[in-house]
C-alpha cells in the first residue's frame, strides 16, 4: 500500500475510534481525507477533541501521537494529554 493511501486509512480509523459525536465534524474530516488533505482533516479531528474536551484513552492518545508522527504533524497533539482519562 502506498504512504498516502496508509495515511489515509490511518486518518480513517482514529475518526472512526474518536469520540467525536457531531455529525458536521466527522462529515467535515471525512470530505478533508477524500479531497486527499489527510493533514488538515487530523489537525481538524485533533482541534474538536481537544476543543470539545473529549476524553480519549491511553491507547487512543498513543494512535493519534503515532499518527502525527507519521504526517509530521506533532504540533496538532499539544495538550491533547490533557484529555486522558
Given at each position: 500500500m502506498e504512504r498516502h493511501e496508509s495515511i489515509k486509512?490511518?486518518?480513517?480509523?482514529?475518526?472512526?475510534?474518536?469520540?467525536?459525536?457531531?455529525?458536521?465534524?466527522?462529515?467535515?474530516?471525512?470530505?478533508l481525507v477524500a479531497v486527499g488533505e489527510e493533514d488538515l482533516a487530523f489537525r481538524t479531528m485533533c482541534s474538536w477533541i481537544y476543543e470539545d474536551d473529549l476524553k480519549i484513552s491511553g491507547e487512543y492518545y498513543n494512535r493519534l501521537v503515532e499518527a502525527a508522527g507519521a504526517l509530521g504533524d506533532v504540533s496538532s497533539m499539544e495538550k491533547m494529554d490533557e484529555l486522558l482519562e
Amino acid at each position: 500500500m502506498e504512504r498516502h493511501e496508509s495515511i489515509k486509512l490511518l486518518v480513517l480509523q482514529l475518526l472512526e475510534d474518536s469520540p467525536l459525536v457531531s455529525a458536521e465534524v466527522i462529515a467535515d474530516v471525512r470530505h478533508l481525507v477524500a479531497v486527499g488533505e489527510e493533514d488538515l482533516a487530523f489537525r481538524t479531528m485533533c482541534s474538536w477533541i481537544y476543543e470539545d474536551d473529549l476524553k480519549i484513552s491511553g491507547e487512543y492518545y498513543n494512535r493519534l501521537v503515532e499518527a502525527a508522527g507519521a504526517l509530521g504533524d506533532v504540533s496538532s497533539m499539544e495538550k491533547m494529554d490533557e484529555l486522558l482519562e
